[in-house]
């Protein structure tokens, strides 16, 4: 959508934008002459929002200072991309920044789950080790095999699920980022999020199972679960 049909959206078509969220939508469309110097001032904006949002995490990023600050910047510079080649899709249904605002929190949480993830993979606490357990549907079925589980998940995540698969299960299961916000995220839908992150769980479990972690469900049990 170029500016000048932006700008008419605007001032006679569909929806009525307010003043300020017009001009963010005029400024920041394809062709305008104030392109760069809007990117600039909502590049500010979302990096502050970013850096708000990490900290607020920080009990569970664990992330402060240069490193902080670095993925503030990071986070910001993708929600800032995908602003520019959105900005034909805003309806108008809240204020730009609100719906701008979206972008960077997701930024964020996705590249909070891939840090967190490369941190502790190496260890889960029990409280993760339960989390990721829990997305997979496995649970061990002697008590004395339990203290196995941290370590066969961090194998099973990292050995068995292919790259795509062990970035969604990650996003959903330790970051809890819901699969309509990857979705968006990622330009696809929900239903190729849940088909990657039911394979994901399949794939752990089975290995789950090869290991003598976990039992195999009896076939006929599968009915009950449609119920």
Same mark, same amino acid.
């Given at each position: 959508?170029?500016?000048?049909?932006?700008?008419?959206?605007?001032?006679?078509?569909? $929806?009525?934008?307010?003043?300020?969220?017009? #001009?963010?939508?005029?400024?920041?469309?394809?062709?305008?002459?104030?392109?760069?110097?809007?990117?600039?001032?909502?590049?500010?904006?979302?990096?502050?929002?970013? $850096?708000?949002?990490?900290?607020?995490?920080?009990?569970?990023? $664990?992330?402060?200072?240069? &490193?902080?600050?670095?993925?503030?910047?990071?986070?910001?510079?993708?929600?800032?991309?995908?602003?520019? !080649?959105?900005?034909?899709?805003?309806?108008?249904?809240?204020?730009?920044?609100?719906?701008?605002?979206?972008?960077?929190?997701?930024?964020?949480?996705?590249?909070?789950?891939?840090?967190?993830?490369?941190? !502790?993979?190496?260890?889960?606490?029990?409280?993760? #080790?339960?989390?990721?357990?829990?997305?997979?549907?496995?649970?061990?079925?002697?008590?004395?095999?339990?203290?196995?589980?941290?370590?066969?998940?961090? !194998?099973?995540?990292?050995?068995?699920?292919?790259?795509?698969?062990?970035?969604?299960?990650?996003?959903?299961?330790?970051?809890?980022?819901?699969?309509? #916000?990857?979705?968006?995220?990622?330009?696809?839908?929900?239903?190729?999020?849940?088909?990657?992150?039911?394979?994901?769980?399949?794939?752990?479990?089975?290995?789950?199972?090869?290991?003598?972690?976990? &039992?195999? $469900?009896?076939?006929?049990?599968?009915?009950?679960?449609?119920?």
């Amino acid at each position: 959508m170029t500016t000048a049909e932006i700008t008419e959206r605007v001032l006679a078509g569909g $929806r009525s934008f307010d003043p300020e969220s017009a #001009a963010w939508v005029r400024e920041l469309s394809p062709g305008s002459a104030t392109f760069e110097d809007a990117c600039r001032r909502l590049s500010a904006v979302l990096v502050k929002i970013a $850096r708000s949002e990490i900290a607020r995490r920080a009990s569970v990023s $664990r992330i402060e200072g240069p &490193e902080l600050e670095d993925l503030a910047h990071q986070a910001a510079a993708g929600a800032l991309l995908r602003i520019t !080649h959105k900005i034909g899709e805003f309806r108008g249904d809240s204020r730009f920044t609100t719906w701008a605002f979206k972008f960077v929190i997701l930024e964020v949480s996705t590249k909070l789950g891939r840090h967190y993830w490369r941190d !502790h993979r190496a260890h889960l606490d029990q409280d993760e #080790a339960g989390r990721v357990r829990a997305a997979a549907g496995a649970e061990p079925p002697h008590p004395e095999r339990a203290v196995e589980l941290p370590a066969a998940l961090v !194998h099973a995540v990292e050995n068995v699920l292919t790259e795509h698969q062990r970035r969604i299960f990650v996003a959903v299961a330790l970051d809890k980022v819901p699969m309509d #916000a990857l979705a968006a995220r990622w330009d696809t839908n929900r239903n190729a999020i849940y088909k990657s992150m039911f394979d994901a769980r399949r794939n752990i479990r089975a290995y789950l199972v090869a290991n003598g972690l976990m &039992e195999s $469900r009896v076939p006929h049990g599968t009915a009950t679960d449609h119920r």
